[in-house]
Nanobody, 117 residues
Framework: VQLQASGGGLVQAGGSLRLSCAAPRMITSVFNTYDMGWYRQTPGKERELVAVIGASGITDYLDSVKARFAISRDSSRKTVSLRMNSLKPDDTGVYYC?????????WGQGTLVTVSS
């Protein structure tokens, strides 16, 4: 599965960003069977799961981003988006989208999010 991530950048604390992860070559009916989500990696810290949206549409979030981040999926565009509001410097990191079905997980390239204080 080829995943194309975009939307990272530099933002001041309190600002917003929207990350997108597209699977342009995936058939829509197959896209709908994958759990999708975002991890982030920060130097010196363990990789952490930020948000996930299941094939059923059920979502889950890292505690520290709940009420600030929202993940959604658009089957017609075969895209998963992560809306990030009220960003904090601690949200800085490289964000990786993934697609998981069964034992198979595919990754997009990372997109850097930098939140300045």
């Amino acid at each position: 599965v080829q995943l194309q991530a975009s939307g990272g950048g530099l933002v001041q604390a309190g600002g917003s960003l929207r990350l997108s992860c597209a699977a342009p070559r995936m058939i829509t009916s197959v896209f709908n069977t994958y759990d999708m989500g975002w991890y982030r990696q920060t130097p010196g810290k363990e990789r952490e799961l930020v948000a996930v949206i299941g094939a059923s549409g059920i979502t889950d979030y890292l505690d520290s981003v709940k009420a600030r981040f929202a993940i959604s999926r658009d089957s017609s565009r075969k895209t998963v988006s992560l809306r990030m509001n009220s960003l904090k410097p601690d949200d800085t990191g490289v964000y990786y989208c993934y697609a998981k079905r069964g034992l198979s997980t595919d990754w997009g390239q990372g997109t850097l999010v930098t939140v300045s204080s």
